[in-house]
């Protein structure tokens, strides 16, 4: 079994910043690509930005600049560090991660259950 947890979300005003942190544990082989994407009610889960094994980052167009991502291997962590927020970054941000459970298991996706950031003055 295998769980994500994430942290930080909260309110904040436009401008602000906010730190996400998710945290995976479990039945873990292999830790490979994670990401962060978030859902606005009503609208599809967007990705914002990912993270590989080797710690080479992309990002949205959205967020780039303002959005930093990192991880790290030995915790089995990834982190979102969110600056000059906007009003329209407000979501419920998902953590992702591409994992391997044990040498025959495969990659499979899994998924936090999201922390909600507020973006509002």
């Known amino acids: 079994q295998v769980q994500l947890v994430e942290s930080g979300g909260g309110l904040v005003q436009p401008g602000g910043s906010l730190r996400l942190s998710c945290a995976a544990s479990?039945?873990?082989?292999?830790?490979?690509?994670m990401a962060w994407y978030r859902q606005v009610l009503g609208k599809e889960r967007e990705w914002i930005a990912s993270?590989?094994?080797?710690?080479?980052?992309y990002y949205a167009d959205s967020v780039k600049g303002r959005f930093t991502i990192s991880r790290d291997n030995a915790k089995n962590t990834e982190d979102l560090q969110m600056n000059d927020l906007k009003p329209e970054d407000s979501a419920v941000y998902y953590c992702?991660?591409?994992?391997?459970?044990?040498?025959?298991?495969?990659?499979?996706?899994?998924w936090g259950k999201g922390t909600l950031v507020t973006v509002s003055s």
């Open positions: 992702n991660a591409n994992i391997e459970t044990d040498r025959s298991s495969g990659i499979m996706k899994y």
């Open positions: 479990g039945s873990i082989f292999s830790l490979n690509g």
């Open positions: 993270i590989s094994t080797g710690g080479t980052t």
